[in-house]
């Protein structure tokens, strides 16, 4: 039989065989990446496309009859990455956060969030950093993840001016999630109306020294902030909820 016969067959076969939620998943992840998939795949994905966002289902539209990505959204699949972490990885894992948390210091001269003796709460903070740099509470890590979205808020979309220096910092963990919730909202909103000419164009001089970078190269700095931080944060739950769980 002809190589071409045996590959029609195969092809056949994989399209007849059911689509399984892993395979669906696994197509989804592949797409947010931007990489190219395969013809039974693409094919698979727009037959069933019940378990993708939109914004995915929209990408799976770039795909060409033989999977081969074409021109790709990159616009949205920024987007995209940034509101997959926040609705599926970080949001639900704070939910509950409580003040014990909050404060709580794993170890000796923690970083954190404090009283100020003129009122409000400030960041400890000392720049440059020590080497090793101390380590950081919940709250120190929620006031970051803030002020990265509040002050490029601020900087480029018109939000509210935030003073990392200054005594506003939310002093509960309800406060602090509220807060942090409203940038992030504040930062899509923006984002939203951000061209792709303008994601190529120089970020511009509020950024400083890295005012001649891309605005994309900003965009892909917010989203590497908001995930390690919040990496950290659902990692200090767990050693919190492992330390204080009866045995």
Not at 93 to 107: C, I
Request: with cysteine; charged share 20%; hydrophobic share 40%.
């Amino acid at each position: 039989m002809p190589d071409q016969e045996r590959a029609g067959e195969r092809r056949a076969a994989d399209l007849a065989r059911p689509a399984t939620c892993w395979q669906r998943a696994r197509c989804a992840e592949v797409l947010r990446c931007g990489a190219t998939v395969a013809r039974p795949w693409a094919l698979m994905l727009k037959r069933d496309r019940r378990c993708l966002s939109p914004t995915v289902r929209a990408i799976v539209e770039q795909f060409g009859q033989y999977g081969r990505a074409m021109a790709p959204d990159w616009h949205a699949l920024v987007m995209e990455q940034l509101r997959f972490w926040w609705d599926t990885w970080f949001w639900p894992r704070v939910d509950g956060l409580t003040d014990e948390e909050y404060f709580w210091e794993p170890a000796a001269s923690c970083w954190s969030v404090r009283p100020h003796p003129d009122g409000g709460f400030a960041i400890d903070s000392v720049y440059p950093a020590p080497q090793p740099p101390p380590v950081t509470t919940i709250a120190w890590r929620l006031a970051h993840i803030g002020t990265v979205f509040g002050v490029r808020t601020a900087n480029h979309f018109g939000g509210p001016a935030w003073d990392i220096a200054g005594r506003g910092y939310p002093g509960s963990a309800s406060d602090a999630l509220a807060w942090v919730a409203d940038g992030y909202a504040r930062w899509v909103q923006g984002l939203r109306q951000v061209s792709e000419q303008r994601l190529a164009e120089p970020v511009g001089p509020t950024e400083g020294p890295w005012g001649r970078l891309p605005m994309a190269g900003l965009v892909l700095h917010i989203n590497r902030e908001a995930f390690h931080h919040g990496a950290e944060m659902c990692l200090l739950r767990d050693l919190w909820r492992a330390n204080t769980e009866p045995r």
